[in-house]
């Protein structure tokens, strides 16, 4: 079976520019969640959906964003983006939520310039 | 904040048992541990999870105190390939719960030759 696949794997910006990044969970997995991890703050929780709702959310400013689709693929956009965005976003999922071992996929490396 | 602790860095002869601690002193009775692996700038890697029990799978084995605060990974001959950050989570699994995971700062185990 098919891990979790992200696209783009790199991707390089400039600042107040807008970046989206897509993540297929592995087939029959519903639950997709996000992180962005950083040197200085190391792996952070972005958000997680279930059923093309967001369940729940992190500590991040409103210009970070996502949404997910009929078919659980999921993407996630970060608007005027900022030299701080900078970072690795992963994204997990798992068949449903709460009770199932989640898995990642392997990234995608954003440089905002 | 991440309900555990574990020591920044560890070394470990190559072929040699590498076993990583961590402390959860403040575990629910319904939270699982899990043990997850980032070899550098890759996607966490899941290894193990458990509640009360020792597990065993193909990577590694979890041996988890019968207070449950504290539990050890077991990688029992470690390779080159193991060097990684090890994150010890945990997290509440029951059907409808958040998937969030709260990641601390993980112990750096560098296998040696």
């Known amino acids: 079976k098919a891990g979790v696949t992200q696209t783009p794997r790199y991707l390089i910006k400039t600042r107040g520019q807008q970046v989206t990044l897509s993540c297929s969970p592995i087939?029959?997995?519903?639950?997709v969640s996000w992180y962005q991890q950083t040197p200085g703050q190391g792996l952070q929780f972005l958000f997680e959906?279930?059923?093309?709702?967001?369940?729940n959310k992190g500590n991040f400013p409103g210009r970070f964003s996502g949404r997910q689709f009929s078919n659980s693929r999921s993407e996630m956009n970060v608007s005027t983006l900022e030299l701080g965005d900078s970072a690795l976003y992963l994204c997990?999922?798992?068949?449903?939520?709460?009770?199932?071992?989640?898995?990642f996929g392997p990234g995608t490396r954003l440089l905002v310039l | 904040d991440a309900k555990t602790t574990q020591p920044t860095s560890m070394d470990c002869a190559e072929g040699r048992a590498a076993n990583l601690p961590c402390n959860h002193s403040?575990?629910?009775?319904?939270?699982?541990v899990y043990w997850y692996r980032q070899i550098h700038s890759q996607g966490p890697q899941y290894i193990i999870h458990?509640?009360?029990n020792n597990e065993t799978n193909e990577m590694a084995s979890l041996i988890i105190t019968e207070d449950r605060k504290s539990s050890t990974l077991i990688l029992p001959h470690a390779t080159l390939r193991d060097t990684a950050v090890y994150y010890c989570?945990?997290?509440?699994?029951?059907?409808?719960?958040?998937?969030?995971?709260?990641f601390g700062t993980g112990t750096l185990l560098a296998v040696q030759p």
């Open positions: 989570i945990v997290r509440v699994e029951e059907r409808g719960a958040t998937n969030k995971l709260i």
């Open positions: 458990g509640l009360k």
């Open positions: 087939s029959g997995h519903r639950s």
């Open positions: 997990a999922s798992s068949v449903y939520r709460g009770e199932e071992t989640q898995y």
């Open positions: 403040t575990i629910s009775g319904n939270e699982y």
């Open positions: 959906y279930f059923s093309e709702t967001q369940r």
